[in-house]
């Protein structure tokens, strides 16, 4: 499938519904469309995360809207976690892809996951968007080296910002709670 027409599906699956559509029928639309996708669709919505429509592109559709259906569809197509990790660790070095790339690797829930998360903290400046999501993504990874590297956040400059830092102590929260098995850990990506 081509970039135009998987990104005519994503938007009208992102976008709003009509007066005549249920969420049910278009949850089931959604399920069908991803049902008739293949390894290569999942490759071409990795391009899209890497490059990510322009507001003239996306209509109507905010950039979050299409960004969660764009999530959801990747996680839908993975398959496997760990092979869907290591096409996602490249995308972290790309400005436009990081984000989502970060909050996909939350999702993943994958101990694999903190080494490069920990490095990526090290290695470059994260804006506040990012250093939520990164809280977000290792909360949901939640051991303990992911609250290693929460600490490491915390020190950051700009991890005092009230989002931020909220973000952060709830994801040390929840590494504690699964630290003291109070929590159950997600085993592989949330279902779409």
Do not use: K, Y
Request: charged letters at 20%; hydrophobic letters at 50%.
């Amino acid at each position: 499938m081509n970039r135009a027409a998987l990104l005519e599906h994503l938007l009208d699956f992102a976008g709003p519904r009509g007066p005549f559509s249920s969420d049910a029928q278009h949850e089931l639309r959604r399920r069908a469309w991803l049902a008739t996708q293949d390894a290569a669709a999942l490759d071409d919505l990795l391009s899209l995360l890497a490059e990510p429509p322009h507001a003239d592109q996306r209509g109507p559709v905010s950039a979050e809207s299409f960004e969660l259906e764009l999530q959801d569809a990747i996680v839908a197509l993975a398959g496997d976690p760990h092979a869907l990790l290591q096409q996602l660790l490249p995308l972290l070095q790309l400005a436009a892809a990081r984000p989502a790339a970060i909050e996909l690797i939350g999702r993943l829930g994958l101990p694999d996951a903190v080494p490069p998360l920990r490095e990526l903290l090290q290695q470059m400046p994260l804006n506040g968007d990012e250093q939520l999501r990164l809280a977000c993504c290792l909360g949901d990874i939640g051991d303990a080296a992911a609250q290693a590297v929460l600490l490491q956040l915390q020190a950051l400059p700009g991890a005092a910002e009230a989002g931020v830092a909220a973000e952060i102590h709830i994801a040390l929260d929840r590494c504690a709670a699964a630290d003291r098995h109070d929590m159950p850990r997600p085993a592989g990506p949330e279902p779409p």
